[in-house]
T-cell receptor, first 112, second 114 residues
């Protein structure tokens, strides 16, 4: 079955540490996205990529970095510069310029 | 920048009844997409319904339908014959025609009561 796989489901970060969240899709979608969701709030866009080797900052990119070396993969690194990283992170993908996005099951990141 | 507003933080409905969730948006674009997503306690984001702005006919998916008022920039979701499994957060979202930048509202928490 085609879909989006995010791993791990739960992740803990120590102060000053970088952590990487994985997102893989086998839907053959060109575009991929990372969102952050805080309790009781909607989704805010961190980064998105419409093609391989290209990506754009969203509204809250500070403290995060991404890469898009393969069509199937769009990992998100939460750097030590992100001072409040505790949140639920959702990855999504879509056919380019076609509207609806398909979401993974999310990763919950917490600070130790 | 486009904004999406959901003015109802929480709503409840009795099982088998009908409920309407409100959404308004702000844009200067003429062509765009609108969506309703459902997020149950499992935290998955599930697409409920989608509307293309150039289509005048309101989208319908089984018990879910929308009332799309383009001039008023309003996009409400009607859930008929509500079921306990409809209990979830519902997010309204907007996406312009020329990019993939999707904007979400803050959500409405819907509880279906038995």
């Amino acid at each position: 079955d085609g879909g989006i796989t995010q791993s791990p489901k739960y992740l803990f970060r120590k102060e000053g540490q970088n952590v990487t969240l994985s997102c893989e899709q086998n839907l053959n979608h060109d575009a991929m996205y990372w969102y952050r969701q805080d309790p009781g709030q909607g989704l805010r866009l961190i980064y998105y990529s419409q093609i391989v080797n290209d990506f754009q900052k969203g509204d809250i990119a500070e403290g995060y970095s991404v890469s898009r070396e393969k069509k199937e993969s769009f990992p998100l690194t939460v750097t030590s510069a992100q001072k409040n990283p505790t949140a639920f992170y959702l990855c999504a993908s879509s056919i380019r310029n076609a509207g609806s996005q398909h979401f993974g099951d999310g990763t919950r990141l917490s600070i130790l | 920048a486009q904004t999406v507003t959901q003015s109802q933080p929480e709503m409840s409905v009795q099982e088998a009844e009908t409920v309407t969730l409100s959404c308004t948006y702000d844009t200067s674009e003429n062509n765009y997409y609108l969506f309703w997503y459902k997020q149950p306690p499992s935290r998955q984001m599930i697409l409920v319904i989608r509307q293309e702005a150039y289509k005048q006919q309101n989208a319908t998916e089984n018990r879910f339908s929308v009332n799309f008022q383009k001039a008023a920039k309003s996009f409400s979701l009607k859930i008929s014959d509500s079921q306990l499994g409809d209990t979830a957060m519902y997010f309204c979202a907007f996406m312009g025609n020329n990019n993939n930048d999707m904007r979400f509202g803050a959500g409405t928490r819907l509880t279906v009561k038995p």
